[in-house]
């Protein structure tokens, strides 16, 4: 599967923050190997930064959860991790969602909190 | 990057990516010990996903999937977290009665005999009318039956709406001006067997989570399945579309057409079907036919329709030549974004359209299927009847035979139910506001949140000469107008029927006891009932006796529900209608010879919409036309609103989880970059957001998720300073009187 992503290309020709101020994604996926092939799998993904295996069937199926600054970004590193690693099959999103930023008041600019304090 | 926020998405995805490989997440897997599991239905959207409720000395600390019901034990992170909802500290726990500008604390004979009171007194002063209720998608059947038959069988009037006016009434629209009768014919299981999935005002990822996991299921099991999303903004939906449609707003109608005419002119469409199944209409009469709907598409090509929705014509061609080519079965989905418009049942006319057409209806895999946001807007409101127009499963207020079946059943005179169809959502709203309604009763929704244009509505429920009554778990932005508030009983302090969005009836059971002196809403209708001298008409000592009376009001219907008795519902995981008798298995493809027990085992074809009296669905001609407000120089951007994965509705439950509101809980506003530049505006920055209604103040959120000239604002967000609906627009769908909350104008400047 392949993920559709806008385009947002870096300053160097690279994959650029999709987002203007960071917004990231997290991806939930199910990661398909060869068969017998997962633990395999599993250990090389585990060096891959902000990537966590999360669990296994122990055969062929890993749960992972991947977290990017930029979508763009993710999308293209899931495709050179099917196109470079010959034991996964493919990668199959069950989960997106976008971490915008927004949440505790730690999160909101000076300008907004003062609009907020003076009321 | 908010850490918390952060923090329930990864969750979240580690739950979904764990449930699709049938693990269990160590997070919410309870240990057994000492918890007694009891089959159930989550409480929040139209999913519907059954659930099994943990409870350990007397309290609600778990909840797991039930693997037996169609969510196959998939529960999204929200669900899991429903315990909570129970124990909030400020859940109401004793009726309230204002005196002297203030809610005090009073007891239930004080409170009920003051609502039965003004009730009765206000029917006898200014009639019938005088008198409404206004109830919601989330209460259980019998409860809404119970408020139905108490206002239309003895008040005697059909003041009697619901929140699914808000949310369902233009897809109700379209199915019944398509199809002759509510509700999709397809199921969750089509989800299965689609080659294309069409999902179109829909981010179905953050507002059916569990749907989404099972089309990315489809998409994993046969990588060929293709997914089609059109959405003004991207949303997490559209991430994972192989074409994504981002229309400008308003003209997905124009595109819908445009896909017609495409099918029409590349010999996409299937003439024999069209021959034996379909009728052509434009207005209101089925009067047309093939040519001249060839003629009404013609302005609809697809170099126009790229040039008004500024997508590129190579992927509007492309996504049309996905849905229509011959050999795909296409199963298309939708929500709020077609349903909150001035056309809402147009929109979905014209999604019906494009099924008729081409066939691809009534196949597994190939159907037309509309999302619902409440766990019980279709079997509690809309097949139940719980609407201002309407009776019991599918029968008309206007129709002298239909009011004479009903009042049969419920033992009352002839002519006790007015032939004059009640007052709708916001008329009745509206009506408050000139005291022609004087009393409202408002069960299990907050209206003073959830309205459009909702300032005018709020001013009209705390007017000193009305009478609001608020049945609620918590205190709400409608109960801090109320007059008197009843502290209602929550999920799993009761027992009901959930009829989710695939026509599936599901009992919901009582696992604990309501908090303090809450009681069930079916219990306080009954009692109110007693104290307002029509205890006869409310005679039942529990909701089975309800539902024994519904079966019968259901049996000989086109709903079909006699087999749905409450033995069964107790045994099984749910089951589908039309099922008439108690070993059927229920219907998943309706209107299918051999599946849907209508259809005659003869009928020489394989479908029969038998719901109109000549068994042909309509194709429509509707045509592309301007929202009720649309941006100008002086208001320049389109406002919309939405939802978010971490909350539900108006957030009176969602926003009394510790979790989810760390998460996530301020409405920003979503801007494109483009904009926020001209604007000098950065992420955190105010803006101030000004309609023709109302102006407030919103963070910034400047993301190219949205579009130049389109801004966004969830809908959740319960501060009075940034109600969304403070913003919106209260014009809506003549047809299905669904307000337009998707579209109106606004103006932005930097605050």
Redesign the interface.
């Known amino acids: 599967m392949t993920l559709q992503f806008e385009s947002g290309p870096g300053p160097n020709g690279g994959p650029g923050p999709l987002f203007e101020d960071g917004v990231a994604v997290v991806v939930g996926a199910v990661v398909e190997t060869q068969s017998g092939r997962a633990p395999s799998v599993a250990c090389r993904l585990e060096s891959i930064a902000d990537l966590d295996v999360v669990g296994g069937d122990g055969d062929r199926r890993l749960a992972i959860v991947w977290c990017s600054s930029s979508a763009k970004g993710l999308e293209r590193a899931m495709e050179q991790l099917v196109k470079g690693d010959e034991e996964i099959l493919g990668i199959f999103p069950t989960f997106m969602g976008q971490d915008d930023g927004s949440g505790p008041a730690e999160a909101r600019s000076e300008a907004m909190q003062k609009l907020i304090d003076e009321g | 990057?908010?850490?918390?926020?952060?923090q329930f998405?990864?969750a979240?995805?580690?739950?979904?990516?764990?449930?699709?490989?049938?693990?269990p997440?160590k997070a919410f897997s309870a240990a057994d010990g000492g918890i007694k599991w009891t089959k159930g239905v989550c409480r929040y959207c139209g999913v519907g996903c059954g659930v099994y409720k943990g409870v350990r000395d007397g309290k609600l600390v778990a909840i797991k999937g039930d693997k037996e019901n169609h969510n196959k034990g998939f529960v999204c992170l929200k669900g899991f977290l429903l315990p909570q909802i129970l124990y909030h500290e400020d859940r109401l726990t004793h009726p309230l009665i204002k005196k002297n500008g203030k809610l005090v604390k009073a007891s239930w004979d004080e409170a009920l005999d003051l609502v039965a009171k003004k009730f009765t007194e206000s029917v006898k002063k200014n009639g019938k009318d005088s008198v409404a209720f206004y109830g919601s998608g989330q209460a259980y059947t019998e409860e809404s039956y119970a408020a139905n038959k108490l206002f239309k069988g003895g008040f005697g009037t059909n003041n009697v709406e619901g929140n699914p006016r808000l949310c369902m009434a233009s897809a109700v629209g379209g199915y019944v001006t398509t199809f002759g009768k509510d509700e999709p014919m397809g199921t969750y299981d089509d989800i299965d067997h689609a080659d294309v999935f069409f999902l179109i005002g829909s981010n179905t990822?953050e507002a059916h989570?569990i749907l989404?996991?099972r089309i990315?299921?489809r998409?994993?099991a046969d990588?060929n399945v293709k997914i089609i999303v059109a959405d003004p903004r991207?949303t997490?939906?559209?991430?994972?579309?192989?074409?994504?449609l981002k229309f400008k707003p308003n003209t997905d109608l124009f595109v819908l057409n445009a896909f017609a005419k495409y099918f029409v002119d590349n010999d996409l469409v299937d003439k024999e079907f069209i021959k034996n199944h379909v009728a052509f209409g434009k207005g209101k009469a089925a009067d047309q036919n093939w040519d001249a709907y060839v003629a009404f598409l013609a302005p609809y090509t697809m170099e126009k329709a790229a040039e008004v929705s500024e997508c590129s014509i190579e992927d509007l061609e492309a996504a049309a030549k996905l849905f229509g080519c011959k050999k795909n079965r296409t199963m298309s989905m939708w929500t709020m974004g077609i349903n909150q418009r001035l056309r809402g049942v147009w929109g979905n006319n014209l999604i019906h359209n494009l099924h008729l057409i081409t066939g691809k209806i009534g196949i597994p895999g190939s159907t037309t299927f509309s999302l619902t946001g409440q766990p019980n807007a279709c079997g509690g409101v809309r097949d139940q009847g719980g609407l201002c127009h309407i009776l019991p499963y599918g029968r008309l207020v206007k129709k002298p035979e239909h009011r004479a079946e009903v009042e049969k059943v419920w033992g009352v005179p002839a002519g006790t139910i007015s032939d004059k169809p009640g007052k709708h959502a916001l008329a009745m709203f509206q009506a408050l506001e000139t005291k022609d309604i004087k009393c409202i009763y408002i069960m299990c929704t907050n209206p003073g949140q959830s309205l459009p244009n909702v300032n005018r509505y709020r001013k009209a429920m705390a007017d000193p000469d009305t009478f609001v009554v608020v049945a609620d778990i918590y205190p709400t932005r409608t109960t801090e107008l109320a007059d008197v508030v009843l502290p209602a009983a929550a999920w799993s302090e009761k027992e009901g029927v959930f009829g989710c969005t695939e026509r599936r009836y599901q009992l919901e059971h009582q696992v604990v006891l309501p908090q303090g002196e809450a009681r069930a809403d079916f219990d306080i209708l009954v009692d109110l009932a007693a104290r307002c001298g029509y205890g006869k008409l409310l005679p039942w000592k529990s909701p089975d006796d309800a539902w024994e009376e519904l079966l019968l009001l259901g049996k000989d219907t086109m709903y079909q529900i006699g087999g749905i008795t409450r033995a069964r519902l107790r045994k099984d995981h749910g089951v589908i209608w039309p099922c008439p008798t108690e070993d059927h298995p229920g219907t998943k493809l309706r209107y299918v010879k051999g599946e849907d027990p209508w259809v005659p085992k003869d009928y020489p074809h394989r479908i029969m919409f038998y719901a109109k009296p000549d068994n042909r669905a309509v194709v429509w001609f509707r045509p592309w036309e301007n929202a009720a407000e649309m941006p100008d120089e002086e208001y320049p951007f389109f406002f919309t609103t939405g939802r978010v994965?971490e909350h539900w509705h108006t957030a009176t439950m969602t926003g009394r989880c510790k979790e989810l509101t760390?998460?996530?809980i301020?409405s920003?506003v979503e801007i494109h970059?483009d904009d926020?530049k001209k604007l000098g505006v950065?992420?955190?920055?105010?803006v101030r957001v000004t309609s023709r209604r109302d102006s407030l103040?919103f963070?910034a959120?400047?993301?190219?998720?949205s579009q130049p000239g389109l801004v966004f604002v969830h809908m959740h967000d319960a501060h009075l300073d940034r109600m969304c609906n403070r913003i919106t627009i209260d014009q809506f769908d003549p047809g299905s009187k669904e307000p337009t909350f998707k579209i109106c104008a606004v103006k932005l400047a930097k605050?």
């Open positions: 990057m908010s850490a918390t926020r952060r998405l990864v979240s995805a580690a739950t979904s990516a764990l449930a699709a490989l049938g693990k997440t990822a989570p989404f996991q990315a299921r998409k994993e990588p991207m997490p939906t559209g991430r994972i579309a192989d074409i994504y994965i760390h998460a996530k301020t920003e970059p926020a950065r992420t955190g920055d105010g103040i963070p959120l400047v993301t190219d998720n605050a």
